[in-house]
């Protein structure tokens, strides 16, 4: 049985733990390792795109970061519940005609028993900015 610690009910400092993984994969832009975060079947509401199970997952965050050059995240503790997190974020990265933008959002996740995000419903809106005023330089 797969199991992703730390495990609910969540503390709020085993929250802000789950929190920095998330940051630290999603940082990796490494599809398959953040794909096991999530049960297989995982459902996602991504600002309109519906996403279910682990290998959408994965393809959708190959297509992401095929789009989106530079990418960097940071996630925040925003509150939490036995086995729910909400976090917001914001995030930078660059188009391919090299805009750059920062993202800024919010996200609802639900774990099962096993610490696997089962859930992840996220809300992001996109600002296009200029290079000097990017707050996550390499």
Do not use: C
Not at 24 to 52: G, H, L, Q
């Amino acid at each position: 049985m797969e199991q992703k610690l730390p495990l609910p009910p969540f503390t709020i400092e085993k929250a802000k733990q789950k929190i920095q993984m998330a940051e630290d994969a999603w940082n990796s832009k490494d599809p398959i390792w953040v794909s096991m975060a999530y049960t297989p079947n995982s459902v996602w509401r991504n600002r309109d795109e519906f996403i279910n199970g682990r290998e959408e997952i994965v393809e959708f965050l190959k297509r992401k970061w095929a789009k989106e050059n530079h990418y960097k995240l940071k996630k925040e503790y925003w509150a939490h519940t036995e086995n729910r997190i909400a976090v917001r974020f914001e995030y930078e990265y660059q188009n391919g005609a090299g805009q750059w933008f920062r993202a800024y959002g919010n996200e609802n996740w639900e774990f099962d028993e096993n610490g696997l995000m089962q859930k992840r419903f996220a809300s992001i809106n996109d600002l296009a900015i200029e290079d000097v005023d990017r707050k996550f330089k390499d």
